[in-house]
């Protein structure tokens, strides 16, 4: 199970604003590199109110997130569907992800009680998991989407657990073990993105 699972229905919701976009020129390659810049901007505002205790800022990561997510679907459908697929398109779309990952996640690390390890260790496995996702397609079994923590799948978990942590504080004293439990799960992404790409093509 994945929530990758519902992307044709997401899709579909944007394909209106994929139109617009690109009857005004606007290429996937510009919108990938905009969801880089502005997760990078969102992940320094958010360190820097955790920093000084302002954990309001908190609300930023499910609504940015979700954002992401949005012109994640828009820059693939405007490269797919309006002929604007790309070597460099390809090679943005996967180091952007990775970079935006480390920007938004990053500072989570300033959250009272939180052990700078394995919010790091998040980061580190959350890059590999993309990265055995497209060796699968190196191999020549495409590209590798399995869950049960993808991108789309760790945007949801890392949405609600801000949430969590904002209507209720009292749970910041048990974000280590929850980094824990999603360190696990991303290990066993990694797992099965490895064992479903050496599979044979049938």
């Known amino acids: 199970m994945s929530v990758y699972a519902l992307k044709p229905k997401f899709q579909a919701l944007l394909r209106p604003i994929v139109q617009?976009?690109?009857t005004r020129g606007i290429s996937a390659n510009q919108v990938?590199?905009?969801a880089?810049?502005?997760?990078a901007i969102t992940g320094l505002l958010i360190a820097i109110g955790l920093y000084y205790g302002a954990l309001w800022v908190l609300v930023l990561l499910p609504i940015f997130l979700f954002v992401r997510m949005a012109m994640n679907a828009i820059d693939g459908m405007l490269a797919r569907e309006h002929a604007q697929q790309s070597p460099l398109g390809g090679y943005l779309n996967e180091l952007t992800d990775v970079l935006s990952d480390a920007a938004l996640y990053l500072p989570l690390m300033l959250l009272p009680n939180s052990s700078i390890f394995w919010v790091w260790l998040l980061v580190l496995q959350a890059a590999l998991t993309e990265f055995a996702g497209v060796l699968g397609q190196v191999h020549g079994n495409g590209r590798r989407y399995d869950g049960?923590?993808?991108?789309?799948?760790r945007a949801l978990c890392i949405g609600t657990l801000a949430v969590v942590w904002?209507?209720?504080?009292?749970?910041?004293?048990y974000t280590n073990a929850v980094f824990i439990v999603l360190n696990l799960v991303l290990t066993y992404t990694i797992y099965r993105r490895v064992r479903n790409g050496l599979r044979p093509q049938e």
């Open 20 to 22: 617009r976009l690109a």
């Open 32 to 34: 990938t590199v905009a």
């Open 36 to 39: 880089c810049i502005l997760s």
């Open 148 to 153: 049960p923590m993808g991108k789309s799948d």
């Open 166 to 173: 904002l209507c209720w504080p009292e749970t910041l004293a």
